[in-house]
């Protein structure tokens, strides 16, 4: 029986590693294995570990490695924490493949360790591109370090083989996170006031907003521009927290202080859960911010997005995603309430796939046999 191991850092990359661990947790002919890290355990985060155990996974490790600052260099010191506790945890629970999601910093210390003990990385989510934030470094870093790669669409299939990695090896899977949607029952309204213990009107935002980090920028400054722009609109808002990078606290606290001008209108949570999430994603009228879930979940939901700033700049969009500026966010939010965009985004067909990925993922951990070595690929002119 294979061991599968998965590091989970953060509510975004469990949403995406959820329908897979469901797949995994089914098969006889593998061994789930979970490491939890960083903001998982944080209360300033929402203590999200709690979801995974709500759903009936078992954790293996814990690592508590954040150091709550809003400095680069936490991040430096979180992510070298996180190795070395990833050393015991490695050897302690001896993994035959690690599966890691994506392009955190806690992701790269979980590949690097995995490499260093001469553990195989499988990866989902290489081959993107987004321009606005370090992530985009980690992410084909990581790539490098992988045996086995699962992307979200052809294209990024073929930038990995353009970076050196076998076809054989490349799969197109789509984006897991779509096999939530397909499969997962919607809350009703009154069941997400319930849990808000907040009223929602028929109209509202919901809004994700995270730190540009590849760039030496004022976040700080950004934020307070949005909610300037945001005031201006008629529209209720229900605000999720940024992730822990650099700044991401500092976007926190002016959410913070924003919601109390209006706590009828406004509404702040640190983590609603994936279920909760997508079942507001469900019945919201508009999604605004940098996340990554409105490039590739909402084309599914049909749902009109507005993209703020270069965070996801280079990754592919389906055509219900309006790009802005930090100023000209007003406008956009005129042309995503329009009835010539509603059309549009109703007709929307997602590029990340049909909800499909989490069993050709667990079908290749199955079938393919593990390589300790690679070679580099050569692209034959």
């Given amino acids: 029986m294979k061991k599968i191991c998965i590091v989970t850092g953060n509510r975004?990359?469990?949403?995406?590693?959820f329908p897979i661990l469901n797949q995994i947790r089914k098969s006889r002919q593998l061994k789930l294995q979970i490491i939890v890290t960083s903001s998982h355990l944080s209360e300033s985060y929402g203590l999200t570990y709690k979801e995974i155990k709500k759903d009936g996974f078992k954790i293996d490790y814990k690592i508590e490695n954040l150091i709550a600052s809003n400095s680069d260099s936490s991040i430096v010191k979180s992510s070298g924490l996180a190795m070395i506790a990833l050393s015991d945890a490695f050897k302690y629970l001896s993994p035959d493949l690690v599966l890691l999601v994506g392009d955190r910093f806690e992701t790269l210390a979980s590949a690097s360790?995995?490499?260093?003990?001469?553990?195989?990385?499988y990866h989902i989510h290489g081959g993107e591109v987004t321009e606005g934030s370090i992530d985009e470094k980690i992410r084909h870093a990581i790539t490098k370090m992988s045996s086995f790669h699962f992307t979200s669409t052809t294209a990024y299939r073929d930038r990995v083989i353009q970076m050196g990695e076998n076809p054989k090896n490349v799969v197109v899977s789509g984006a897991p996170s779509l096999d939530n949607l397909m499969n997962m029952t919607f809350l009703?309204?009154?069941?997400?006031?319930?849990?808000?213990?907040?009223?929602?009107?028929?109209?509202?935002?919901?809004?994700?907003?995270?730190p540009e980090t590849a760039k030496k920028q004022d976040n700080c400054l950004q934020i307070k521009k949005i909610l300037m722009q945001l005031k201006k609109t008629n529209l209720q808002i229900l605000f999720t927290s940024a992730n822990c990078d650099h700044q991401g606290e500092l976007i926190n606290n002016e959410i913070r202080k924003f919601v109390k001008i209006n706590k009828d209108k406004y509404f702040f949570i640190e983590s609603l859960g994936h279920q909760i999430y997508?079942?507001?994603?469900?019945?919201?009228?508009?999604?605004?911010?940098?996340?990554?879930?409105?490039?590739?979940?909402?084309?599914?939901?049909?749902?009109?997005?507005?993209?703020?700033?270069?965070?996801?700049?280079?990754?592919?969009?389906?055509?219900?995603?309006?790009?802005?500026?930090?100023?000209?966010?007003?406008?956009s939010i005129k042309k995503a309430l329009s009835f010539d965009f509603k059309v549009i985004c109703k007709n929307c067909i997602n590029i990340y796939?049909?909800?499909?990925?989490?069993?050709?993922?667990?079908?290749?951990?199955?079938?393919?046999?593990?390589?300790?070595?690679?070679?580099?690929?050569?692209?034959?002119?």
């Fill in 12 to 17: 975004s990359d469990y949403g995406i590693y």
């Fill in 278 to 331: 997508l079942s507001v994603m469900n019945i919201a009228t508009v999604i605004i911010g940098n996340s990554s879930s409105g490039i590739i979940e909402a084309a599914t939901l049909n749902k009109p997005v507005i993209n703020i700033g270069d965070r996801q700049k280079g990754r592919v969009q389906s055509n219900n995603v309006i790009n802005c500026s930090y100023d000209s966010l007003g406008k």
């Fill in 353 to 381: 796939g049909d909800g499909k990925a989490s069993k050709i993922i667990v079908e290749n951990l199955i079938n393919k046999k593990i390589k300790l070595t690679k070679s580099f690929y050569d692209i034959k002119k």
């Fill in 188 to 210: 009703t309204k009154i069941n997400i006031e319930k849990f808000l213990s907040w009223k929602l009107e028929n109209e509202f935002i919901l809004f994700t907003f995270h």
């Fill in 113 to 121: 360790s995995a490499i260093l003990m001469n553990i195989p990385i």
